[in-house]
């Protein structure tokens, strides 16, 4: 069970290592689009823009169905969720070692300052 797991995660991350997959994504985060309008930002062939939606179905990030001769693409978010939760491990590491940061650096702000002026009398 493991195992498969994080061959699936690998599969999303390696999907999402690419810049162009990630457009596509956002792009379909907005709503359904064919191949033909994914591969229109990019100046890539309609065979490259079909390897790289193959790459982003393999992941299960998104759905194609065809219809008549046109396959149009919708996102499927449900592997962002798995990727989403392994990812706040590291979430929560760097939100505490800021927070440590945080807390060092008010002290020695508070160090630093002058007394103020009421302090005196």
């Not at 797991?5 to 792009?27: E, I, K, N, P």
């Not at 179905?57 to 939760?85: K, Y």
Request: overall charge neutral; some cysteine; charged content about 30%.
């Amino acid at each position: 069970m493991v195992e498969l797991q994080t061959s699936r995660l690998d599969t999303v991350f390696h999907a999402l290592g690419d810049s162009t997959r990630r457009r596509m994504l956002r792009d379909l985060a907005e709503g359904e689009r064919t191949v033909s309008q994914l591969a229109e930002p990019f100046a890539i062939s309609l065979a490259a823009a079909s390897k790289h939606i193959k790459a982003l179905e393999q992941a299960g990030l998104l759905r194609r169905e065809i219809r008549g001769r046109t396959h149009v693409c919708r996102l499927d978010p449900g592997p962002l969720a798995s990727a989403h939760q392994w990812l706040s491990v590291y979430e929560r590491f760097w939100t505490d070692r800021l927070d440590v940061l945080e807390r060092l650096l008010r002290e020695e702000d508070a160090q630093k300052s002058p007394p103020s002026k009421g302090d005196d009398e």
